[in-house]
């Protein structure tokens, strides 16, 4: 992941609600949820959640798949793997050795 991909999910993120749905859509895992799901879950208007789902999903952090009326969404793994490495590329100054208690700590 470059920097500017990086920033651009930060700003993502950098927002309560859309914090709360990215992590909602960590635990769903690949299955992912229906956007009404979503908003349900996180108990807030299915117009905002659009919007804040929106903005996830410019951001990379999330893709869609239509269901007939419904859109279900599920994070996007592959961009979370990249912006957590992309935080430690440099970690310990290069030695990996000494990241292995971050790596354990993270890792499924």
Known sequence: MDKSNALAAFSALSQPTRLDVFRLLIRAGKAGMAAGEIAEALDVKQNTMSANLSVLHQAGLVHSTRE???IRYAANLDAT???IAFLVEDCCGGHPDQCQPLLKEIAC
Do not use: V
């Open 68 to 70: 007939g009326r419904s």
């Open 81 to 83: 793997r990249g912006l």
